[in-house]
């Protein structure tokens, strides 16, 4: 039983959080803490410098608001939203906040990720704890 886990979630409306809220109900302690994290890849500059920065602003706050709404259908979860790379940033919060578990979904994949989508892949070849694929 894991008393510290990771939730990687996508915020868009093809993901179902049934399947893998299921799983870390049943491989939590009783009073294991679960973060929602979400990862807003990170604009480059040259493409930022030319959206209005409300632009940015609001979607951040619509992400948060969503991510808050899915947080609650999970009890002890904390709703994380941050900025990079979507798979280093997951491994790094892992290794900074001694995470135990991650659950992470893994999309359909294409040719060049047969079995897992790139972002859980990365998470299962570089993360320092046990990793949960959700397909």
Same mark, same amino acid.
């Given at each position: 039983?894991?008393?510290?886990?990771?939730?990687? *979630?996508?915020? !868009?409306d093809?993901?179902?959080?049934?399947?893998?809220? !299921?799983?870390?109900?049943?491989?939590?302690?009783?009073?294991?803490? /679960?973060?929602?994290?979400?990862?807003?890849?990170?604009?480059?500059? /040259? *493409?930022r410098?030319?959206?209005?920065?409300?632009?940015?602003?609001?979607?951040?706050?619509?992400?948060?608001k969503?991510?808050?709404? *899915?947080a609650?259908?999970?009890?002890?979860?904390i709703?994380?939203?941050?900025?990079?790379?979507?798979?280093?940033?997951?491994? !790094? &919060? $892992?290794?900074?906040?001694?995470?135990?578990?991650?659950i992470?979904?893994?999309?359909?994949?294409g040719?060049? !990720?047969? /079995?897992?989508?790139?972002?859980? $892949?990365?998470?299962?070849?570089?993360?320092?704890?046990?990793? &949960?694929?959700?397909?």
């Amino acid at each position: 039983m894991y008393k510290n886990v990771l939730i990687p *979630v996508l915020l !868009d409306d093809s993901q179902d959080y049934a399947a893998t809220f !299921d799983v870390a109900r049943a491989i939590g302690n009783a009073d294991a803490q /679960f973060t929602l994290l979400h990862v807003m890849e990170a604009v480059p500059a /040259f *493409v930022r410098a030319e959206i209005p920065t409300d632009i940015i602003d609001d979607t951040r706050v619509h992400l948060s608001k969503k991510l808050e709404q *899915v947080a609650k259908k999970l009890r002890n979860a904390i709703p994380l939203l941050v900025t990079g790379h979507a798979g280093r940033t997951i491994v !790094d &919060h $892992a290794q900074e906040h001694g995470t135990d578990c991650i659950i992470v979904a893994s999309h359909k994949p294409g040719l060049e !990720d047969y /079995f897992l989508g790139s972002t859980a $892949a990365r998470v299962v070849r570089h993360a320092p704890c046990a990793v &949960h694929v959700i397909r």
